[in-house]
């Protein structure tokens, strides 16, 4: 009996060293994402251009969480508000803490983009979007995003120069395959965030935004404030 049960204490011991650090987060520590978010809409085409870069942050600066750069071609249908977009994002996560190990992801998405307005000031989008991930040491799965905010300004009627605006919004995240390879297995669910934000309108095209997120994850659950700049051209 010994010699079977310690091969398997042996393997499970490990099994949690080679695990990822994201089990010992510290849930109430605080992390910050800072992020630029850019759009180009030709006034002559009915294509146009999309994209970010956001730095994460395990805690307020230097613990990396993730660096996020993303980009996308889109495309308006004629005689309507919808915008459609594919693209491409590479991701690299850093474990929670002081260790170095880094993963890697490439990553597609189609996404459909559904805004609308309720009485004359409060601005809804819905966003749809379905990822095909590429993790590194995992098999390539696919992804379900959906996406519904808020923007409400208190000063005038749109978000253009010198509004001061309210912005909530919710994503849910569900996994469409459960195997990731080598009999590992992920849960349907993924993550949920929840965010609230206020927001100035620095011109037509430059918005400022600072905010806090609750993201919940299989795992864990932390809060994140945000500082965002929007740049639309």
Same mark, same amino acid.
């Given at each position: @009996?010994?010699?079977?049960?310690?091969?398997?204490?042996?393997?499970?011991?490990?099994?949690?060293?080679?695990?990822?650090? +994201?089990? =010992?987060?510290?849930?109430?520590?605080?992390?910050?994402?800072?992020?630029? @978010?850019?759009?180009?809409?030709?006034?002559?085409?009915?294509?146009?251009?999309?994209?970010?870069?956001?730095y994460? /942050?395990?805690?307020?600066?230097?613990? @990396?969480?993730?660096?996020?750069?993303?980009?996308? +071609?889109?495309?308006?249908?004629?005689?309507?508000?919808?915008?459609?977009?594919? *693209?491409?994002?590479?991701? =690299?996560?850093?474990?929670?803490g002081?260790?170095?190990?880094?993963? =890697?992801?490439?990553?597609?998405y189609?996404?459909?983009?559904?805004?609308?307005?309720?009485?004359?000031?409060?601005?809804? =989008?819905?966003?749809?979007?379905?990822?095909?991930?590429?993790?590194?040491?995992?098999?390539?799965?696919?992804?379900?995003?959906?996406?519904?905010?808020?923007?409400?300004?208190?000063?005038?009627?749109?978000?253009?120069?010198?509004?001061?605006?309210?912005?909530?919004?919710?994503?849910?995240?569900? /996994?469409?395959?459960?195997?990731?390879?080598?009999?590992?297995?992920?849960?349907?669910?993924?993550? /949920?965030?929840?965010?609230?934000?206020?927001?100035? *309108?620095?011109?037509?095209?430059?918005?400022?935004?600072?905010?806090? @997120?609750?993201?919940?994850?299989?795992?864990?659950?932390?809060?994140?404030?945000?500082? /965002?700049?929007?740049?639309?051209?």
């Amino acid at each position: @009996m010994l010699s079977i049960a310690k091969p398997c204490i042996a393997g499970y011991l490990l099994l949690l060293l080679a695990s990822p650090a +994201l089990a =010992t987060v510290d849930e109430d520590e605080v992390g910050a994402w800072y992020m630029y @978010m850019w759009n180009h809409d030709r006034s002559d085409s009915r294509f146009g251009l999309q994209g970010d870069v956001q730095y994460r /942050n395990w805690d307020l600066l230097g613990d @990396m969480e993730q660096l996020l750069i993303r980009g996308g +071609l889109t495309w308006r249908p004629e005689n309507t508000p919808v915008k459609l977009t594919f *693209g491409a994002a590479n991701i =690299t996560t850093g474990e929670y803490g002081s260790r170095s190990r880094n993963t =890697t992801e490439n990553r597609l998405y189609q996404e459909a983009l559904i805004p609308h307005r309720l009485g004359s000031r409060l601005q809804v =989008t819905h966003r749809l979007r379905l990822e095909q991930r590429d993790v590194e040491g995992q098999s390539t799965r696919n992804r379900f995003r959906y996406f519904l905010a808020l923007n409400y300004p208190l000063n005038q009627d749109t978000l253009g120069r010198g509004a001061i605006y309210l912005s909530v919004y919710n994503e849910i995240f569900l /996994n469409l395959e459960k195997d990731i390879g080598n009999g590992r297995r992920v849960d349907t669910y993924d993550r /949920n965030r929840v965010y609230a934000a206020i927001g100035y *309108g620095v011109s037509d095209s430059i918005r400022l935004q600072f905010g806090v @997120m609750r993201q919940d994850t299989d795992p864990w659950a932390k809060n994140q404030l945000q500082l /965002n700049l929007f740049h639309n051209f």
